[in-house]
């Protein structure tokens, strides 16, 4: 499985690419919109994992962004988030996100909404 990770901050991109590593998923990392795009246009990947709050734009506008491109279209998409309304999820649905995992989450959660995204794809 690979996938794109897109988180702007460089610590936390890092630990949860250790930790998608360690279960033999191979990770590319962006910390902003306009890598995370350029990635996604000249890459296939199988799925992608979008924060909600970049530095650059928000995760929502940037899984519309995702799911215009042609590599993007049915790429499962597991947005991470801390707010865990329902309104912020149906917001998420409504762009196209597969699964909303909410921050703080464990190590093992995270791997496992990973792994239940490529049964998706």
Same mark, same amino acid.
């Given at each position: 499985m690979r996938v794109l990770l897109i988180d702007?901050? /460089? /610590?936390?991109?890092g630990f949860l690419a250790l930790c998608l590593s360690e279960a033999s998923v191979e990770v590319v990392g962006a910390g902003d919109t306009a890598s995370a795009l350029k990635s996604a /246009?000249? /890459? &296939?990947?199988d799925a992608f994992i979008v924060d909600s709050v970049l530095q650059d734009g928000d995760g929502l506008s940037l899984v519309t962004q995702l799911r215009d491109l042609k590599n993007g279209r049915g $790429? @499962?998409?597991l947005f %991470?988030? =801390?707010i865990a309304t329902a309104l912020a999820r149906r %917001? =998420?649905?409504s762009v196209g996100v597969t699964e909303f995992l $909410? &921050? @703080?989450?464990?190590?093992m959660q995270f791997v496992e909404q990973v792994r239940a995204l490529e049964k998706r794809r």
């Amino acid at each position: 499985m690979r996938v794109l990770l897109i988180d702007d901050n /460089e /610590e936390l991109r890092g630990f949860l690419a250790l930790c998608l590593s360690e279960a033999s998923v191979e990770v590319v990392g962006a910390g902003d919109t306009a890598s995370a795009l350029k990635s996604a /246009e000249t /890459e &296939k990947f199988d799925a992608f994992i979008v924060d909600s709050v970049l530095q650059d734009g928000d995760g929502l506008s940037l899984v519309t962004q995702l799911r215009d491109l042609k590599n993007g279209r049915g $790429v @499962p998409v597991l947005f %991470m988030s =801390a707010i865990a309304t329902a309104l912020a999820r149906r %917001m =998420a649905q409504s762009v196209g996100v597969t699964e909303f995992l $909410v &921050k @703080p989450f464990g190590q093992m959660q995270f791997v496992e909404q990973v792994r239940a995204l490529e049964k998706r794809r």
